[in-house]
Every structure is written in C-alpha cells, then in structure tokens.
C-alpha cells in the first residue's frame, strides 16, 4: 500500500544514500565547473558574462521543478490523506527556496553589466520573487502550525495558490514586452544557445538536481527519525 | 472505489485551481498596461496625447543611427514600422549597440522625440560563439 510505508525500511535506504550523491554530486559538479569556466566558449556579444549562464538558468531550472513536485505531491497528499508526502514536500521546500534566491541574485549580478541595472519590476523577474515569498511562506507554515492535520491543509493550500505562478513565469516573456530575454530553449523547435554552450548547462543543471537530491536526503531523514522517536514505525 | 471524502476533497482542489486561473487570467488582462515592461514606438503613435509621466520605449536601435558628441548621445528606436528619435547623456551599457535591442525610460516631449533618463539595453536569446558567429555571417 502506498498509503503507509514502513519508516524502518525507507531509512535504510535514505540514511545510507547522501554519502553517494555527496560523491557524485561532487563529481558532476567539478566536471560542470570545469566545462563552464574553462572549456565553454565566450559569447559573441557578451563575451565572459554569459558564464553567469551556467548557474542562473540551472537555478531557475531546478526552483521550478521543485516547487510544480511540492505542489503536485501536496495536492495529491491532501486529497488521499498520505502523510509522506507531505514530509517529502517538506523536505524539497529549502532547496528549492535557496535555488530561487541564487537565480534571483545571478541575475542582478548578470543584468548590471549586460541591461545595465540590477533590478527592473519586469514581468519575468517579479513574478520570480513571488516564487519566492510563496517559499518564504509554505516554509514559515510549516514552523507556524504544530498541529498536523492543520499544516498539512494549510501548506497545500498554499503550494496551489503558488502553482498559478508558476506558468505565468514560464510564458511571461512572451506574453508581455519584457526586459528578460524569451527562452532560448524550447522543447518543439531548435534551441538558441549553440551546442558548446548547452552542454556545460546541462551538466551544471544535474549538479545543481544532485544537490537539491542531496538537501532532501539530509531533511527526510531528520524527519524519519522524528518519527521514529515518536515510537511508531509507520508513517 | 474512493471514499466519498477523497472525491469531496478532489473537487474542492479543482473548484479553487479553476477561480484562481480565472481570476488571476482577468487580473493580468486588465493590469496588461503595468505588466509590460516597455512600449514599442508604434504604441506610442497610437496614444491619443501625450503622457507627462515616466515611460520606456523599447525597441531596436536602428542600424547608423547613433550619433554622440561630449555629452549628448541620440540614436532612433525602431520596431520596424515607426521609428521614435531618442537624446540622452549618460553612460549607455555594454550591449547598447546599433541594430540590438534596447530599452529607454525618459519623457516623451512630442510623438517624435523622447528624451531618455535611463537607457537599459536588451539582449536576445542567441548564445554562440564568435567564431560560428563569424561564419554565420559570411553565409
């Protein structure tokens, strides 16, 4: 049954697991690092700038991908009543907060010397902050609200209100004039970064998956043990 | 095969993921004007007077026409249909070149000239090389 998992068994599995992803994250990431700054070439236009690349889109990547799975695991969790979700999202939610900020930061940092301005109230960028404070908030629930049945209904409540965004950011750049550039990469037609540049972007986005994978690990078992101490064995 | 609580509750997160996408849908539509980060010069032909306050005109910086002296920079933003003449004296970023993209926040004195506070400078999605960027061009 999905609904009650044994915790003896998961925590087998989860507390032995970070030592490998720390190792292969470590690995991709050197690889990826090594590809970005060295081996990548310069742009044409902004030359070494468009290294920022390599870890603001990936960032941006990853904080999508996270809060649509604690959005998707929460609505599920809450309509079928299954407490592990609602760990699972729990334990997503900081990485996914700590991506967000990353992608917000690079690019101020990729915008004044390429735009000239660290901030415009453009479309894409506000509403990246709104992911964010939606974060700031389905994290803040968890501390608020002790009781579970409580923060469960609250924090899915908040992580659909927050899923709305998550299209506007994607289709900002094309609905409306703004200074953020359209996507470069389109699943239906060709991409716009040329295919030296893809490939470190692409090694960097599953170093920054592997980390993300890594923060989870670290906070799901602190959650099952929680539990454990608890005495139950069932989750 | 569910219980009447699970269909309960299935519906509920329906009934409020469709108000939120309609409402949100009707905010933005009628927030369009704030949403967009900048107006195209064909917007500005079409305004019926002149707006005292703040704007950004966005577009492409036609091919020959900047012109600068000591402290005067002007150049013409195009969209390809109308064209809007732009002076500004500051320092310009990197990427502001002839035929790129750009962003001006200023005052607009007449349909014609605007005279420019701010100049942000827009790129596009293009990330390549400048070799292929070199051999792209000789085609």
């Given amino acids: 049954m999905i609904k009650y998992f044994e915790v003896n068994k998961i925590f087998s599995i989860t507390s032995k697991a970070p030592k490998y992803v720390l190792i292969l994250f470590i690995v991709v990431l050197t690889i990826g690092l090594i590809e970005s700054l060295i081996f990548s070439p310069e ?12 870890v603001h889109v990936p960032a941006a990547w990853i904080t999508l991908g996270i809060f649509s799975s604690i959005t998707f695991l929460s609505t599920i969790g809450y309509i ?15 990485s996914g907060l ?20 660290w901030w415009a109230w453009d479309a894409r960028i506000t509403s990246m902050l709104i992911l964010a404070l939606f974060y700031v908030m389905y994290l803040l629930a968890w501390r608020i609200y002790q009781n579970d049945d409580k923060v469960y209904k609250v924090t899915s409540l908040i992580t659909i209100i927050g899923i709305i965004n ?6 900002s750049v094309d609905w409306w ?38 923060i989870f690990l670290m906070k799901y ?12 064995d069932r989750l | 095969m569910y219980g009447r609580k699970v269909k309960l509750r299935f519906f509920f997160v329906i009934a409020i993921l469709v108000t939120l996408i309609l409402s949100s849908f009707l905010i933005l539509r ?14 500005i032909k079409n305004f019926a007077e002149l707006e005292k306050k703040k704007i950004r005109i966005g577009g492409m910086v036609k091919k020959n026409s900047i012109s600068a002296d000591a402290n005067e920079i002007s150049f013409i933003i195009t969209d390809f249909k109308n064209e809007i003449n732009v002076s500004y004296s500051g320092v310009v970023p990197n990427l502001f070149e002839e035929g790129k993209g750009v962003v001006a926040e200023g005052i607009l004195k007449d349909k014609n000239y605007f005279l420019a506070s701010k100049i942000l400078a827009k790129h596009d ?9 070199a051999a792209l061009e000789e085609k």
């Fill in chain 2, 30 to 43: 009628s927030l369009e004007e704030n949403v967009i980060y900048f107006q195209s010069p064909s917007d």
């Fill in chain 1, 98 to 117: 700590i991506f967000n900020i990353i992608a917000l930061v690079t690019g101020a940092i990729w915008g004044k010397p390429t735009w000239g301005t």
């Fill in chain 1, 80 to 94: 079928f009543k299954i407490k592990n979700f609602f760990l699972i999202s729990k334990s997503l939610a900081p």
């Fill in chain 1, 221 to 232: 078992n602190t959650e099952l043990i929680k539990i454990k101490n608890k005495g139950l």
């Fill in chain 1, 177 to 214: 004039n703004t200074l953020h550039q359209p996507a470069s990469i389109n699943i239906l037609s060709k991409s716009t970064i040329h295919s030296s540049m893809l490939f470190p972007l692409m090694i960097m986005t599953a170093a920054f998956a592997l980390f993300s994978l890594l």
């Fill in chain 1, 43 to 54: 742009d044409y236009k902004q030359s070494h700038s468009v290294r920022i690349m390599y």
């Fill in chain 1, 166 to 171: 998550v299209p506007i950011i994607k289709y």
């Fill in chain 2, 125 to 133: 999605e293009n990330y390549m090389p400048p070799e292929v960027k």
